[in-house]
């Protein structure tokens, strides 16, 4: 990976020079490689730079504080729909949806009651709930994506009362401490770097001040390492490769958080929001889930990356940078993501041979008609599976599940039609003639909708 390390140590230290960065730290984690870390620069204090000094991560916080959410769900202590009241006593706006408030379209307005970002102070937990009579709702629910830091803490703090503790004591038994995030703290502690505000005209640097965010912490507290977070963003992208025991969160759960809930902008789709996940689509079929954040001082950038031939399991990326104004932080962590998997891919497994499929699925493998178009039904790694013949190159082929003693009604449990039912008909010798998926009909010959055969005698 030499030639490669040093690509990507040329990417950073290009961003680092040109965008005037104090202090600049990166770790790439992918499952098949050594963890790769690159740091530029110097901390502005005392400390020396390297790849693990703490920076402030702002709003990566939010992913943090989305997955005890989900967790929450996941142990049955509420459901995505119930209205934060039923779990927070809120003077306000208690109507409003867990699932509203994850993916940022509940129209609660940005902030806290108060100008924080200006006064430097940030309420207390009684005085965040306190001030909700005064906080407007700027849209109406579901309308469209707004940004709130209001309604992430909100959700932080419905997440301690219901484990009977604080964000930051459930924060750190169920996620700090099972995944090893040693790095990961409300703190800046000893050793870490400090952020600045680097004046537009000169190369002059100006620390900023350490913001105590008070209550509005399970939106953007957090310090953390580079090399910690880049775990992080693997473990978003592929829970399955770093918690496959679903000790954290199961699987299926991040698969919900990352599929799409909104867009960010109604005219440009190139970025959209999950549940508490920024989703950024690349060509191929890939996509980089993740969040950036920011805070005086620091900017931060954190994604894993999904899909397309050449991504390695378990890739995230962590780019982490002290100054407050260096954009090239957001679009450093997607170049690094797609150079790694560009100039370094992952091992093409080869292929093996396998089982056969079942006897009662033997037969109904090969081309079927279904609303005018062609289908390829085959058994591949111990599953039946279906494409239409004009799929584009790389969509993922529909994945069917037997019913338990019912053979001929499967599920679709992936790709299209997911969650509809595949039901097989079969002639008085057994052999399979006729298929219904989402009730349409499939046939072995092009049919129309009123059983016109092309292909039959007049």
């Given at each position: 990976?030499?030639?490669?390390?040093?690509?990507?140590?040329?990417?950073?230290?290009?961003?680092?020079?040109?965008?005037?960065?104090?202090?600049?730290?990166?770790?790439?984690?992918?499952?098949?490689?050594?963890?790769?870390?690159?740091?530029?620069?110097t901390t502005g204090?005392?400390?020396?730079?390297?790849?693990?000094?703490?920076?402030?991560?702002?709003?990566?916080?939010?992913?943090?504080?989305?997955?005890?959410?989900?967790?929450?769900?996941?142990?049955?202590?509420?459901?995505?729909?119930?209205?934060?009241?039923?779990?927070?006593?809120?003077?306000?706006?208690?109507?409003?949806?867990?699932?509203?408030?994850?993916?940022?379209?509940?129209?609660?307005?940005?902030?806290?009651?108060?100008?924080?970002?200006?006064?430097?102070?940030?309420?207390?937990?009684?005085?965040?709930?306190?001030?909700?009579?005064?906080?407007?709702?700027?849209?109406?629910?579901?309308?469209?994506?707004?940004?709130?830091?209001?309604?992430?803490?909100?959700?932080?703090?419905?997440?301690?009362?219901?484990?009977?503790?604080?964000?930051?004591?459930?924060?750190?038994?169920?996620?700090?401490?099972?995944?090893?995030?040693?790095?990961?703290?409300?703190?800046?502690?000893?050793?870490?770097?400090?952020?600045?505000?680097?004046?537009?005209?000169?190369?002059?640097?100006?620390?900023?001040?350490?913001?105590?965010?008070?209550?509005?912490?399970?939106?953007?507290?957090?310090?953390?390492?580079?090399?910690?977070?880049?775990?992080?963003?693997?473990?978003?992208?592929?829970?399955?490769?770093?918690?496959?025991?679903?000790?954290?969160?199961?699987?299926?759960?991040?698969?919900?958080?990352?599929?799409?809930?909104?867009?960010?902008?109604?005219?440009?789709?190139?970025?959209?929001?999950?549940?508490?996940?920024?989703?950024?689509?690349?060509?191929?079929?890939?996509?980089?889930?993740?969040?950036?954040?920011?805070?005086?001082?620091?900017?931060?950038?954190?994604?894993?990356?999904?899909?397309?031939?050449?991504?390695?399991?378990?890739?995230?990326?962590?780019?982490?940078?002290?100054?407050?104004?260096?954009?090239?932080?957001?679009?450093?962590?997607?170049?690094?993501?797609?150079?790694?998997?560009?100039?370094?891919?992952?091992?093409?497994?080869?292929?093996?041979?396998?089982?056969?499929?079942?006897?009662?699925?033997?037969?109904?493998?090969g081309r079927w008609w279904g609303?005018?178009?062609?289908?390829?039904?085959?058994?591949?790694?111990?599953?039946?599976?279906?494409?239409?013949?004009?799929?584009?190159?790389?969509?993922?082929?529909?994945?069917?599940?037997?019913?338990?003693?019912?053979?001929?009604?499967?599920?679709?449990?992936?790709?299209?039609?997911?969650?509809?039912?595949?039901?097989?008909?079969?002639?008085?010798?057994?052999?399979?003639?006729?298929?219904?998926?989402?009730?349409?009909?499939?046939?072995?010959?092009?049919?129309?909708?009123?059983?016109?055969?092309?292909?039959?005698?007049?």
């Amino acid at each position: 990976m030499t030639d490669v390390a040093a690509r990507l140590t040329r990417l950073v230290q290009r961003a680092q020079a040109e965008a005037r960065i104090p202090a600049l730290t990166v770790a790439l984690h992918r499952a098949d490689r050594p963890l790769w870390r690159c740091a530029v620069g110097t901390t502005g204090n005392a400390a020396r730079l390297s790849a693990d000094t703490p920076m402030r991560m702002g709003s990566v916080t939010k992913t943090f504080t989305a997955v005890l959410v989900m967790q929450c769900r996941q142990d049955g202590l509420l459901d995505l729909d119930d209205p934060i009241s039923r779990h927070l006593d809120v003077p306000a706006h208690g109507e409003l949806t867990v699932r509203r408030l994850l993916s940022h379209t509940s129209g609660l307005q940005r902030e806290p009651y108060g100008d924080v970002w200006d006064t430097l102070s940030a309420p207390d937990v009684r005085g965040l709930l306190a001030d909700l009579e005064r906080v407007e709702r700027v849209l109406p629910p579901g309308r469209r994506f707004h940004y709130s830091n209001l309604g992430m803490a909100l959700l932080g703090h419905l997440v301690g009362r219901l484990r009977g503790g604080t964000w930051a004591e459930v924060l750190a038994e169920r996620i700090l401490e099972p995944l090893a995030l040693s790095s990961v703290t409300l703190r800046s502690g000893p050793g870490a770097a400090t952020g600045f505000l680097v004046d537009a005209y000169s190369d002059h640097a100006h620390p900023e001040p350490e913001l105590d965010l008070g209550a509005v912490a399970p939106a953007a507290q957090l310090w953390g390492s580079a090399p910690d977070l880049a775990r992080w963003a693997a473990f978003l992208a592929d829970p399955a490769a770093m918690d496959p025991a679903g000790t954290v969160l199961s699987a299926p759960a991040l698969d919900e958080m990352r599929w799409p809930a909104t867009v960010s902008d109604e005219a440009a789709w190139n970025s959209g929001f999950g549940l508490g996940l920024i989703l950024v689509p690349m060509a191929d079929r890939v996509v980089h889930v993740g969040h950036d954040g920011a805070m005086p001082g620091f900017l931060a950038s954190v994604y894993g990356r999904r899909g397309g031939p050449d991504t390695a399991p378990a890739m995230g990326v962590a780019v982490l940078g002290s100054s407050g104004t260096a954009g090239v932080v957001n679009e450093l962590s997607h170049q690094l993501l797609a150079a790694a998997a560009e100039h370094d891919p992952p091992r093409i497994a080869a292929w093996t041979p396998g089982e056969p499929a079942p006897a009662p699925y033997r037969e109904l493998l090969g081309r079927w008609w279904g609303e005018g178009n062609e289908y390829v039904f085959g058994w591949h790694d111990g599953a039946l599976r279906a494409h239409a013949v004009d799929a584009p190159a790389g969509k993922p082929p529909a994945v069917f599940a037997p019913l338990p003693d019912r053979p001929d009604l499967l599920r679709t449990v992936s790709g299209r039609e997911v969650g509809e039912l595949l039901r097989l008909t079969r002639d008085g010798q057994g052999r399979v003639v006729r298929m219904h998926w989402a009730t349409y009909r499939f046939t072995r010959r092009q049919e129309a909708f009123d059983g016109f055969d092309f292909r039959a005698p007049d």
